[in-house]
């Protein structure tokens, strides 16, 4: 519910809230998913054919459905495009998911990860992430924590696979990741999943221009390490 003008509304949880003082801010959630057979097929967010979702910093929490996020790339659109998920500065936590978080079909689609922190969802499926084999899918995840024990990151083999810069519960399904480590992230905690300033997770990418989701600038290295 990225505008939050959804309360009461028919088939919709009465707990979902608009943001609170403001127009935007940058949060989907509290969407309640339901429709297909058990586990759902509905999804949070629903692309088809030639869709394209490009987000920057948003906070995606307390959704509940069978997908995350759903791309059928199966066609490109005028301009040559395939269907592309694109997630930066992002965090993804308390979802509850009966399938995956994120779900690409066809052949002609791909998905991108980048500074992003994926913790504490409810997965029924195997895999957070899963691709229907080969053809022109990609895989691009970096310089993110990605923090499922019990699941696996990634089912399905997409046609190219970048994965560099990682803290993962594990890297078994991500051949060929480079730069990365399954040490634990150590949050803050109490669904605070800033990093404790000990954690493996602390300059661990080389460092960015710009600004973090806190607003800190990404180009200084922390001096405290322990």
């Not at 935007?24 to 058990?38: A, H, K, L, R």
């Not at 054919?49 to 005028?78: E, K, P, Q, S």
């Not at 990860?113 to 409810?122: E, I, W």
């Not at 990682?166 to 605070?192: K, N, Q």
Request: aromatic share 4%; with cysteine; hydrophobic share 40%.
């Amino acid at each position: 519910n990225p505008t939050g003008d959804c309360g009461g509304g028919p088939g919709r949880p009465a707990q979902a809230v608009r943001c609170a003082g403001q127009p935007e801010c940058s949060t989907i959630s509290g969407n309640f998913v339901t429709g297909g057979p058990t586990p759902a097929d509905g999804a949070t967010i629903l692309l088809q054919n030639a869709g394209f979702l490009d987000v920057n910093g948003v906070d995606f929490r307390g959704n509940d459905g069978g997908y995350l996020i759903r791309a059928l790339g199966d066609a490109v659109d005028f301009t040559g495009r395939r269907s592309a998920v694109i997630l930066r500065n992002c965090a993804i936590t308390g979802n509850a998911m009966a399938r995956e978080l994120l779900r690409l079909h066809d052949a002609q689609v791909s998905a991108t990860l980048d500074n992003c922190t994926v913790a504490d969802n409810a997965i029924s499926g195997t895999a957070l992430a899963r691709f229907n084999a080969g053809g022109e899918t990609a895989l691009n995840v970096r310089r993110s924590v990605v923090w499922q024990p019990g699941t696996s990151v990634l089912a399905g083999a997409p046609g190219a696979l970048v994965a560099q810069h990682l803290l993962a519960h594990e890297l078994g399904s991500l051949p060929g990741a480079e730069f990365s480590t399954t040490l634990p992230p150590r949050f803050v905690g109490e669904g605070d999943y800033r990093l404790l300033a000990a954690s493996p997770a602390v300059d661990y990418a080389p460092a960015l221009t710009g600004v973090d989701r806190n607003g800190q600038p990404r180009t200084r290295d922390l001096p405290v390490k322990a």
